[in-house]
């Protein structure tokens, strides 16, 4: 006994050292920590507070930009409208959704944004209070943004798509092939999409949309176009460069996606996956 | 005294805006990514209590690392810079030992000491920091030549900063 106490007395800086960087380190390599640490990140309302007055002050210089883009997105959503009130070309399944519609949108602005990290993330001025919740998808008016991680009351903190952990299953618009979009950290304009198959067409300029097949955004909505595209001649698969539509130096308004049929959709996958798993 | 802790307070406010405001949405390269904030830690004076110097660290990181959303990655790297600091001032130390009234600033103890000094201690905060990130990510030469223009990058500012402080006083 008394030669512990005299070895954290000799050794005691240290034991503080081991003691602080094992904390820190905890905190690294913990999986998900927003879920238990929720006020270390900037959604917490010193962070979040901080990143929005200043955010308050600085709008102001983007507002043209931030006009143009939704000028933009207005033309096109007009478009679309025109599309689908010409009854000839209204799909014909019925629709049997009990909510009327499967996607909910909820406009946010980003209070705070980086593209020259590793890790990027972004925070929004929404969270739990307007119904923001963990997992759901964040669309920009042109093109994929990110994910929610992490929420407090008035705060959310979304996973940028510039994110070493970022996957998502994206399908060529034409042709439909599925593969998985990631970045690989170097530059904010550009993404990789790989797994798809030699066998496809695939030409630069082409469209990448997202496949639908994740509950966090709506199927069709745009990530990029392929910059270009190098067979891996042993593997059989593409490597595609993807020009990212989203500018997330020039972030403004967002969209974040609740999906209304989100628990129905993963409580039955759930259900599939045990019932195999029990046999 | 208290004015010490009080320009410590002031420029551990100051160099946080900095890093925060600016330095985090500053796009050159991914090569050049300077954490400027650390040149709080190192102005802290010279005889200060070693475990003292280890807590503001940590607590240095730990704020930066709440606005970054790096959950530890900053603590860890500052913890570590703080543990190896006394080991680095006495590598330094000049003849004899560091008088009563030095600090850590060019005018203090002049230019080749604080490039030496700012530029290990910088070295072993980026190398903890880039490589934690780099985790599972990065090849190690890329990770490596981050680490070292980034460093550089920082080690410029802290200079830059303390020569617009040093003119301010006089």
């Not at chain 1, 998900?32 to 309302?45: E, I, L, R």
């Not at chain 1, 979040?48 to 709008?59: R, V």
């Not at chain 2, 005889?47 to 959950?71: E, P, Q």
Request: glycine share 6%; hydrophobic share 45%.
């Amino acid at each position: 006994m008394y030669g512990i106490i005299a070895f954290f007395r000799r050794h005691y800086f240290a034991v503080l050292f081991v003691a602080l960087e094992f904390l820190s380190l905890s905190f690294v390599f913990r999986d998900n920590y927003y879920h238990q640490a929720g006020f270390f990140n900037s959604a917490n309302s010193v962070a979040g507070s901080f990143y929005k007055t200043y955010n308050d002050i600085t709008s102001y210089f983007h507002l043209k930009t931030e006009n143009t883009q939704l000028a933009e997105e207005n033309m096109r959503l007009h478009n679309n409208l025109a599309e689908i009130t010409d009854t000839t070309k209204r799909p014909k399944v019925p629709h049997t959704n009990p909510y009327g519609q499967q996607f909910n949108f909820t406009t946010a602005e980003v209070i705070d944004n980086s593209t020259n990290q590793a890790s990027n993330y972004i925070t929004l001025n929404m969270g739990k209070k307007q119904g923001i919740a963990e997992g759901m998808g964040v669309i920009s008016p042109s093109g994929i943004v990110g994910v929610v991680i992490g929420v407090s009351d008035h705060y959310a903190v979304v996973m940028s798509m510039l994110h070493k952990n970022y996957q998502l299953s994206a399908m060529l618009k034409k042709g439909g092939a599925f593969g998985t979009i990631t970045w690989k950290g170097d530059d904010y304009r550009y993404a990789l999409l790989s797994q798809i198959p030699m066998s496809e067409q695939v030409n630069a300029g082409d469209t990448i949309v997202s496949s639908g097949y994740s509950t966090m955004y709506p199927k069709g909505i745009t990530i990029g176009v392929v910059e270009k595209a190098e067979p891996i001649p042993t593997q059989y698969f593409y490597t595609i460069k993807v020009r990212l539509t989203t500018n997330f130096k020039k972030l403004g308004f967002v969209y974040v996606v609740s999906d209304l049929m989100k628990t129905e959709k993963t409580d039955l996958e759930e259900n599939a996956h045990k019932a195999n798993d029990g046999k | 005294m208290i004015s010490e802790w009080g320009k410590n307070i002031a420029r551990f406010i100051v160099f946080m805006l900095i890093q925060v405001l600016i330095l985090k949405h500053i796009d050159l390269s991914r090569f050049i990514n300077p954490f400027l904030y650390i040149i709080f830690l190192l102005m802290l004076p010279i005889r200060m209590d070693k475990s003292l110097f280890l807590f503001i660290a940590f607590a240095t990181g730990l704020t930066i690392d709440m606005f970054y959303n790096t959950m530890g990655y900053n603590a860890a790297a500052c913890v570590f810079m703080a543990y190896c600091r006394p080991r680095v001032l006495r590598f330094y130390a000049p003849k004899g030992e560091y008088d009563t009234s030095a600090k850590p600033t060019i005018q203090s103890m002049g230019l080749s000491w604080i490039l030496s000094y700012a530029g290990t201690m910088v070295f072993l905060h980026h190398l903890v920091l880039f490589f934690l990130e780099a985790l599972s990510f990065s090849s190690f030469f890329t990770t490596f030549a981050i680490v070292i223009v980034s460093s550089i990058s920082t080690v410029g500012l802290i200079v830059l900063s303390q020569l617009i402080m040093q003119r301010r006083r006089t």
